[in-house]
């Protein structure tokens, strides 16, 4: 009996963790399995860019954490710089592009993996093509940015413009300032990280202009100049242009879903595929998706939402990998957690924000404290801020935002587990949690954030 044959489209987090997962179960013999990836690079940590550009990360190599050689040594079929470019369901097979060679050619599958990913949001204004304009997705944008920065400025000025404020943009802009760069971040809305509140973004702003970044809020870009090199001059708003030497966008991304799209697979109100809690694409038995291109089931709202990121892509293709193999797995949906920093800033959420849970009819109470992440006593004792929301009478958390020093961004952790434990925020207080003052006051920053969320829960129950 001929082995079965999976296709794989696409050599990242999702793709390889499936192809990998599927191999361990079934053997050469009995599956055959073919993975086209359209770049340089395969397995690498698409998140640890900005740390790479920052020089934080030494070597692009430290990124990459298995290469198309050592996946190859494992019987996966794995064919670099080969983009495929139709998607025949029917007939069961795909066209793939030899980047290389110019060579075009169909490839048939029995089971077939999507793990396209995604791209970086790229408006489409005057100018967002110049040299010295780059999107940070992969790890091939990422040298090119790197390459960018090693051209000579013009005079004596290195001015970077970062266009967008959501994670890669502070990441983005902690990388260039650590360049040496005057750093300017361009922010469409109220405050910087609208991934949180405004009032918590706010404290994110305050911070990026105390390290030095300019944050400019409010500011729709309009296009982007060049010189008479034809590189990027500056960046034009409404209100006026910002000299740069290179732009970096940081508007976030969107689900890479051409292939799926004209093919006629499902996509939901984001773009993203549709799939089942198996990661097989919904309606269709023989093909799976996982990664940037999908949308998640958010636990808290209910709803499907895109979240582009590399843990969700690994568990994707692990539970993908498992059920093409034989054996069984299941991705139930996320709470929405994340964190990121810029310098010694930390900055973390998990669940809804106040404009989430009126999108999805939640009343809700809220609850900001402040606090320290140590003992206040203890050396090195920083300040934090914790914003708690609860559902109204029911008291059942529903979000958390945390902007601070040190230990701030870990502590969402807890946050996390009780969200996907369903727990009020009275439950919470009572939560035995680990104490020290090298490590946190006696009562710990999210469970004082729970006691004032009770107490607000119960002044609008009186």
Not at 340 to 363: F, H, N
């Amino acid at each position: 009996m001929a082995a079965e044959r999976l296709v794989v489209i696409g050599g990242n987090a999702a793709g390889m963790s499936a192809a990998s997962q599927a191999r361990r179960l079934k053997g050469p013999d009995a599956l055959e399995i073919v993975a086209f990836e359209r770049g340089h690079f395969t397995s690498y940590s698409a998140c640890g860019i900005p740390y790479w550009v920052s020089g934080d990360v030494e070597r692009r190599g430290d990124l990459i954490a298995r290469t198309p050689e050592e996946h190859r040594e494992r019987a996966i079929d794995l064919r670099m710089r080969t983009e495929v470019t139709g998607l025949d369901l029917a007939g069961r097979r795909v066209e793939a592009l030899d980047r290389e060679s110019g060579e075009s050619y169909w490839t048939g599958f029995d089971k077939l993996v999507i793990a396209t990913g995604a791209r970086p949001v790229r408006p489409a204004l005057p100018g967002m093509d110049a040299p010295g304009v780059h999107g940070v997705q992969t790890l091939d944008d990422g040298q090119a940015l790197l390459d960018s920065l090693d051209a000579p400025a013009r005079g004596s000025a290195r001015r970077a413009v970062v266009v967008g404020a959501g994670y890669i943009g502070v990441e983005m802009a902690e990388a260039m300032l650590k360049r040496g760069f005057e750093v300017t971040v361009l922010n469409r809305g109220e405050q910087p990280m609208a991934t949180l509140d405004p009032d918590m973004g706010r404290l994110v702003h305050e911070a990026m202009d105390g390290l030095g970044i300019t944050t400019v809020n409010g500011a729709g870009v309009t296009g982007i100049a060049t010189g008479p090199d034809g590189r990027v001059s500056a960046v034009e708003t409404e209100a006026g242009a910002y000299p740069a030497d290179v732009v970096v966008l940081g508007i976030g991304v969107e689900p890479e879903t051409t292939l799926a799209r004209e093919a006629g697979l499902p996509l939901g109100p984001h773009g993203g595929l549709l799939t089942d809690l198996s990661m097989r694409v919904a309606g269709y038995e023989d093909v799976w998706a996982g990664g940037d291109c999908v949308e998640v089931l958010d636990l808290v709202a209910g709803r499907t939402r895109h979240i582009a990121l590399g843990t969700h892509a690994n568990k994707h293709g692990q539970v993908i990998g498992s059920n093409v193999g034989g054996g069984y797995g299941t991705f139930p949906g996320v709470v929405g957690t994340a964190v990121s920093k810029v310098c010694d800033l930390e900055i973390a959420r998990t669940g809804l924000r106040e404009k989430d849970a009126r999108a999805v009819g939640l009343r809700y109470v809220t609850a900001v404290i402040e606090s320290t992440g140590r003992a206040g006593y203890y050396p090195g004792a920083k300040p934090m801020t914790v914003k708690m929301l609860a559902e109204y009478r029911t008291g059942r958390l529903l979000g958390v935002q945390i902007v601070g020093r040190e230990g701030a961004a870990k502590r969402v952790d807890v946050a996390a587990v009780a969200l996907t434990a369903g727990m009020t925020v009275e439950q919470m207080t009572a939560l035995d949690l680990g104490y020290a003052p090298p490590f946190s006051p006696v009562w710990d920053p999210v469970l004082v954030a729970a006691r004032k969320a009770v107490a607000a829960v119960r002044a609008e129950g009186a």
